[in-house]
């Protein structure tokens, strides 16, 4: 059987804050610390295991190499319930932070995937 880490996590515009918690018996196996939000680019409830959120973070965005390292994390949430709170809460995140980027001239091209699983998996059986 895995133990897995105990963990907060909070979305903001800034990003998603990855914080132990009191109770965690899993040391130093969590990535602790701020996931900043422009560096996330996809996050959603897995469409199988309701449970499960997932997003890719990019960790390098060299435009001098031109090479792009991306993470993806999964979290094992205590619900399907909760699962799906953490995507409407990133989507929420991104639509501030879009906002926020739109009012000061820059442009963005966040699109956020919001439809529940089931809607999700009946699409994807009727592409195959």
Request: charged share 25%; aromatic share 10%; hydrophobic share 50%.
């Given at each position: 059987q895995i133990q897995l880490p105990l963990l907060y996590v909070v979305m903001s515009p800034k990003g998603i804050d990855l914080r132990e918690h009191?109770?965690?018996?899993?040391?130093?196996?969590?990535?602790?610390?701020?996931?900043?939000?422009?560096?996330i680019s996809y996050g959603v409830q897995?469409?199988?295991?309701?449970?499960?959120?997932?997003?890719?973070?990019?960790?390098?965005m060299s435009s001098q190499s031109r090479t792009r390292t991306?993470?993806?994390?999964?979290f094992l949430c205590d619900s399907a319930h909760n699962g799906r709170k953490m995507a409407l809460s990133l989507g929420a995140a991104f639509g501030i932070y879009s906002k926020k980027l739109e009012a000061s001239g820059r442009e963005n091209n966040f699109r956020v995937e919001l439809r529940p699983p089931?809607?999700?998996?009946d699409e994807i059986e009727l592409d195959v």
């Open positions: 009191k109770r965690n018996k899993i040391k130093d196996s969590a990535p602790l610390g701020m996931m900043p939000i422009d560096f897995d469409i199988k295991f309701w449970r499960v959120f997932t997003c890719i973070v990019v960790q390098n991306a993470v993806c994390h999964a089931d809607e999700l998996a």
